[in-house]
């Protein structure tokens, strides 16, 4: 599964998903770890057609429609948006077991709640992968995430970390990106030590 997982940019439109299979996605997102248990996501899901085009008329990227890489993006019957909850962090980390009444994110050493609905979204990649579906993460440009936000009602304190199309593959044209080769285990892992010390 972890193999044949790769970033799907085209979908076929004739191929409706079945409802089964989005709850089975959505159930396998809320199996993702979190800090402390804090569950601080929320998933917007949208998989009716009319839906779905208002995100892509809220949220495309204006270079996307230039370049014309969403055009195969645009054709999935289905947008999980992931969203993270900082506050819902700060809080559940205030109670006794924890202790950090003072709320100060200068304690957290990275901030867990982007990394935590990161997980449920690479939860979601690989359930539809091993429901022979294909998805896309993808990322809202920062200037279109007010127009987002308004136009589905987000709740201020509920950060979008970017968009996942999921549905049935089509012809893809791959990533110019994988031009770049996968980093060999001999580049990015360090065993024992990051460097030998010296003598
Ligand atoms: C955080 C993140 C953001 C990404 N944003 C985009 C994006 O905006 N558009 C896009 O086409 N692909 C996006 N990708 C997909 C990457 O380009 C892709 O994962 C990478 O090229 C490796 O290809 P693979 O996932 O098919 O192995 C994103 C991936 C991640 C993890």
Excluded at 132 to 156: H, K, N, Q, S, T
Aim: glycine share 8%; aromatic share 10%.
């Amino acid at each position: 599964m972890v193999r044949r997982r790769r970033m799907v940019r085209n979908y076929d439109p004739e191929r409706p998903m079945l409802p089964e299979l989005l709850e089975r996605i959505l159930n396998n997102a809320i199996r993702a770890p979190s800090a402390g248990f804090s569950q601080g996501w929320g998933f917007l899901v949208l998989d009716r057609r009319a839906d779905v085009d208002r995100f892509w008329a809220a949220a495309s990227p204006e270079d996307g429609v230039k370049h014309g890489w969403l055009a195969g993006m645009r054709r999935a019957p289905v947008i999980v948006v992931p969203h993270a909850n900082k506050t819902a962090y700060l809080d559940r980390y205030a109670e006794s077991d924890k202790g950090w009444t003072d709320r100060d994110e200068a304690r957290w050493p990275v901030p867990y709640w982007d990394i935590d609905t990161g997980f449920a979204a690479l939860l979601m990649l690989l359930t539809a992968v091993d429901s022979d579906l294909a998805a896309c993460f993808f990322g809202i440009m920062p200037e279109r995430i007010e127009p987002y936000r308004r136009e589905f009602g987000v709740p201020p304190e509920f950060h979008p970390i970017g968009a996942i199309t999921i549905g049935y593959p089509a012809d893809d044209v791959r990533s110019p990106s994988l031009r770049r080769g996968r980093r060999g285990l001999s580049e990015v892992v360090h065993r024992g030590a990051w460097r030998r010390s010296p003598g």
